[in-house]
């Protein structure tokens, strides 16, 4: 993780990390004194369950909003195993997990559990070479990356409003794979409570106490041009991930003024508002500049850099992730239907984004995302047979 150049006062550390308290960031975390009282609202109704099978797997852009917790677990195929009957194997156990007729779920119900699953690169190859997927993420500038955090060959992503399926679900899924499957990394996640956004949209803060993810690929047309693959025939109805854990400079984020916070964004801490005015969903006036002629949006700010008609790219469906360990930061993941989509972003990030100095990515990969399945057609078939 970068330092600062200089200690911020821990009154100062305090002060900020007491407003993200209070904006939600420290979900399940909650004292005897903020138990609910006799005039509190009723307790959350039962999720509704995600059905497993469909077009598109489940955990992308249903449920809506997104579940709060997450675990991720990357592995690897031994050098001999079919990839077509794993996958197969592990559709049906799926479909069992989120149905609640698994014995290993011990009882628990399943809510609104879902399993989302992807293969990576080189797996991807040995379907074929030019098949979306099968290029490796490059290295970016500000990665202190252990070779085992870097790539894999498949992507369990486990997500629920009960943390408690979440090891769960992933012992009985690794449990049905076997010695088949070898685990890289793992990384448990949660996201802040949803605000409204406008547009019927809603969006979590992230670590930073900045909301997060307001701009993607919302409307059915806009997830049809920048996020669900159209072809070949074997990927349709699957997209493309990348997950990335970073490690946030917390302190020295901290030690910044409300003002200076903004500028880093490009938008209010408090309402998301681009500052360059105008609605929470909209996006920024790029070229609005104060009387005397200096941009609102800064041209380092991370909406000015990110930007996607700046950069040339798609949209991106984003979510950020807050994490506890192996140290406090967030774990990202991005999904669209063209790698370059990340890449060009991030490409145009590393020259000068004023919030990438308070990150440190300490794990990457990327995988296909499998497209939807069902008892007649298992998970992966389209591509492994």
């Given at each position: 993780m970068h330092r600062a150049d200089h200690h911020p006062s821990r009154r100062a550390f305090l002060d900020v990390a007491g407003a993200l308290v209070a904006a939600?960031?420290?979900?399940?975390?909650?004292?005897?004194?903020?138990?609910?009282?006799?005039?509190?609202?009723?307790?959350?109704?039962?999720?509704?369950?995600?059905?497993?099978?469909?077009?598109?797997?489940?955990?992308?852009?249903?449920?809506?909003?997104?579940?709060?917790?997450?675990?991720?677990?990357?592995?690897?195929?031994?050098a001999t195993v079919s990839v077509g009957p794993l996958l197969a194997e592990l559709g049906r156990a799926i479909r069992a997990l989120i149905a609640g007729t698994d014995p290993r779920l011990s009882g628990l119900p399943p809510g609104d559990l879902t399993v989302t699953v992807g293969v990576g690169p080189r797996l991807v190859r040995t379907a074929g070479a030019s098949l979306p997927g099968a290029a490796d993420l490059p290295r970016f500038s500000r990665e202190r990356i252990a070779p085992r955090a870097r790539g894999g060959d498949l992507l369990l992503q486990i997500c629920a409003g009960d943390p408690l399926l979440l090891p769960v679900v992933a012992a009985a899924l690794l449990d049905q794979a076997g010695d088949r499957l070898h685990e890289r990394w793992r990384q448990s996640a949660r996201r802040g409570t949803d605000v409204p956004v406008g547009n019927g949209l809603t969006a979590p803060r992230n670590p930073l106490g900045f909301i997060d993810g307001i701009v993607g690929p919302h409307t059915t047309a806009e997830q049809q041009r920048d996020l669900w693959l159209a072809g070949p025939p074997a990927v349709a109805g699957g997209t493309l991930a990348v997950l990335r854990r970073m490690e946030l400079d917390l302190p020295r984020f901290a030690a910044l003024s409300v003002a200076e916070q903004e500028a880093v964004f490009g938008r209010r801490r408090a309402s998301g508002v681009p500052l360059s005015g105008g609605a929470v969903a909209s996006g920024p006036e790029l070229g609005a500049k104060t009387p005397d002629g200096r941009y609102l949006v800064p041209v380092d700010a991370h909406v000015r850099r990110a930007n996607a008609a700046v950069v040339g790219a798609g949209l991106m469906l984003r979510r950020s992730y807050s994490t506890d360990e192996p140290a406090p930061g967030l774990l990202f993941i991005s999904f669209q239907n063209d790698l370059r989509t990340f890449t060009a972003t991030l490409t145009r990030m590393d020259t000068s984004d004023a919030l990438l100095p308070f990150t440190t990515t300490t794990a990457s990969a990327t995988f296909l995302i499998l497209p939807g399945f069902d008892r007649q057609h298992p998970l992966g078939s389209q591509l492994f047979g």
């Open positions: 939600g960031l420290t979900a399940g975390c909650t004292s005897d004194s903020a138990r609910p009282g006799p005039h509190a609202p009723a307790a959350a109704a039962t999720p509704m369950p995600v059905p497993a099978t469909g077009p598109h797997q489940a955990g992308i852009t249903l449920p809506q909003p997104a579940q709060r917790n997450l675990l991720a677990v990357v592995a690897d195929l031994g």
